[in-house]
């Protein structure tokens, strides 16, 4: 028997784009137990990439359902196996990869509540699509022992729908209208974004609605995209769910709701009032509010687990499902993000999640509604010349040495004599800007800095731009406000010097690995204490502390006060030269 018998816990899922993993957290908030199915690894059969299947158009990405099914059969016989005691399971909650959706099909939730514990839910939840096996370079391969018997892939040529309707004679069996669902990564669908911008009057129209513009991974947009090229699998369809609510609906043994905070990624929730928006499901698709059901608050328990559980792995009756959420929301959990807080992961592109009052939907990034507290909002906004750019300066600058990186930034001064400057190697995200420019302390456009001033322009210049843009979704630093730096830069003291400087406020390091999965565990914990009004931060207090790494320098403040405008003023010249005055 484990070691982990006996322990009264809860659990935390994550169903991502390349895995799903599990934690158990316990009473004192001490994770004890961690697996994981990685698809394109341990379940071959689906010749998956990144867990992915990119279709010949380029632009089309699906993952099958069934997949997501199976891996958690994996994982739930690996933790039987281990010995693990589901008996202490008192909630669980969990987390999806955003936008994905599920469709199921006319009876689906008759299966989902009839489920035989002597069977696994893939064997019950079997899909079946093309008869015909593919060919083509993008086609998946069969490889490894699981070959699910009705499950035949092949991704369509460029032009055909990628969604194949069920042959006739397994119409009943079959519980999802699609086979392959599309996800996050997909970019099919630029013209419904338009369409769904010009019915509402426009992108920022759309924003103040929803908390973003039409983006193509938007689950409104794929779901008009569907109804546009599938329209019998689309009428066929009881029911859509995002990646989050379907795998819920799997534990709850019925359609569960979607919450909030998931909910807002899909270009269809006003976010100020949390109700559909009519005239976004009209744009999309016919009879879609009852295919979604109604949206609840992210903290709502939406029942108790199934029976199938119950009898099959002997997790207690009373064990409660509470809502999952999109992995950033589950994330912006894990890493007990408060009011007025900034999470920043340093990786291959920059990420920001921030804590927000009163949210100001723009054209750039996307504001959901926050998942631990439904008065709240959350903002994710993204940067995409991360830490390439910042090796690529290393490189060209510093021998390709950090530590020599670090000398530049610890020998020059906050604020860099006024020079400052613009790095973009690939089209910035936020803003959409290419290209280096360097400007001089009189706004001057130079074409090179020394070593050490190029350095410290390139790192005030990409916090600049953070504090800028987050400024510009109505973030305002408060007196509590700190910041929590993950990903492979946030290693770096002199880098997150410069933070603290140029945001004015501590910065904290803090692990992350598995941040989507143990915030789902602490949003279960919170599902628990439901109806008492005890805070999420309450019910996370025993949770580790994140790491002090850097405090603000003093002076710091006036030095950026003033640079923060100018760098402000210098990339609206920017984008004016580069693009032309906005109408
Ligand atoms: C967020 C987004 C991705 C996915 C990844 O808008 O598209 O971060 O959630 O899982």
């Not at 071959?44 to 299947?53: A, D, I, K, R, S």
């Not at 750019?389 to 290393?394: H, T």
Request: aromatic share 8%.
């Amino acid at each position: 028997m484990a070691d982990h018998a006996g322990r009264r816990c809860c659990l935390g899922w994550d169903f991502s784009t390349q895995q799903v993993k599990v934690v158990a957290v316990d009473a004192e908030l001490n994770v004890f137990y961690e697996d994981s199915v990685h698809f394109d690894r341990d379940l071959l059969e689906f010749g998956t990439q990144g867990g992915v299947h990119v279709h010949e158009d380029g632009l089309t990405v699906t993952s099958p359902v069934l997949m997501w099914v199976q891996a958690l059969d994996i994982i739930l016989e690996k933790m039987k196996a281990s010995g693990f005691d589901f008996s202490q399971v008192l909630a669980l909650s969990g987390a999806g990869q955003q936008h994905g959706s599920v469709y199921w099909k006319a009876g689906a939730s008759q299966v989902l509540t009839s489920l035989s514990p002597d069977l696994l839910l893939h064997e019950q939840l079997q899909v079946t699509c093309c008869l015909d096996r593919g060919s083509g370079a993008n086609s998946p391969r069969h490889t490894g022992p699981l070959q699910p018997s009705r499950t035949l892939w092949r991704v369509p040529p460029s032009g055909i729908s990628p969604w194949d309707v069920m042959p006739p004679g397994d119409a009943g069996k079959a519980c999802f209208s699609i086979s392959d669902c599309p996800v996050w990564m997909d970019s099919s669908t630029t013209a419904q974004c338009r369409q769904l911008e010009a019915t509402v009057g426009g992108a920022q129209a759309l924003s103040c609605l929803t908390g973003s513009r039409a983006y193509e991974r938007f689950t409104g947009n794929q779901i008009a995209k569907l109804y546009q090229q599938n329209p019998e699998a689309y009428a066929h369809t009881e029911r859509i769910s995002l990646v989050s609510s379907f795998a819920a609906s799997l534990f709850l043994g019925s359609h569960s709701p979607i919450d909030y905070s998931d909910g807002s990624g899909m270009n269809l929730l006003r976010i100020q009032d949390k109700v559909w928006s009519q005239a976004c499901l009209g744009a999309c698709a016919p009879h879609l509010e009852e295919k979604l059901g109604l949206p609840v608050p992210s903290c709502s328990v939406v029942g108790a687990i199934s029976s199938y559980f119950v009898q099959r792995y002997g997790f207690p009756p009373a064990c409660k499902v509470v809502a999952f959420t999109g992995d950033n929301p589950a994330s912006l959990a894990g890493m007990r993000l408060e009011e007025g807080d900034i999470a920043v992961s340093l990786g291959t592109s920059d990420t920001l999640f921030l804590w927000l009052q009163e949210p100001r939907p723009t054209l750039e990034g996307h504001i959901f509604c926050n998942p631990v507290d439904p008065q709240h909002y959350m903002a994710l906004l993204c940067f995409k010349n991360g830490s390439l750019m910042r090796e690529k300066i290393r490189d060209e600058m510093a021998s390709s040495s950090w530590s020599e990186f670090s000398k530049a930034l610890q020998s020059t001064e906050m604020g860099n004599s006024g020079n400052l400057g613009f790095y973009f190697d690939v089209m910035e995200i936020t803003p959409e800007i290419i290209g280096r420019h360097r400007f001089s302390a009189e706004n001057h456009e130079v074409s090179a800095f020394p070593w050490d001033v190029e350095i410290r322009a390139l790192i005030e210049g990409q916090f600049m731009a953070k504090k800028i843009h987050a400024e510009g979704l109505g973030y305002r630093v408060m007196p509590k406000t700190k910041i929590l730096a993950t990903g492979g830069a946030s290693h770096n003291r002199d880098i997150l010097q410069v933070l603290a400087d140029v945001f004015g406020t501590p910065v904290y390091v803090i692990d992350t690995a598995n941040s989507a999965c143990v915030g789902s565990a602490y949003r279960a914990f919170h599902g628990l204490a439901a109806g008492t009004d005890v805070p999420f931060s309450e019910v996370v207090k025993l949770a580790p502390n994140p790491r002090l790494a850097a405090a603000p320098t003093p002076g710091a403040s006036q030095v950026y006060e003033a640079l923060l405008q100018r760098y402000a003023m210098l990339e609206q010249r920017i984008l004016t030269q580069t693009r032309g005055p906005l109408e």
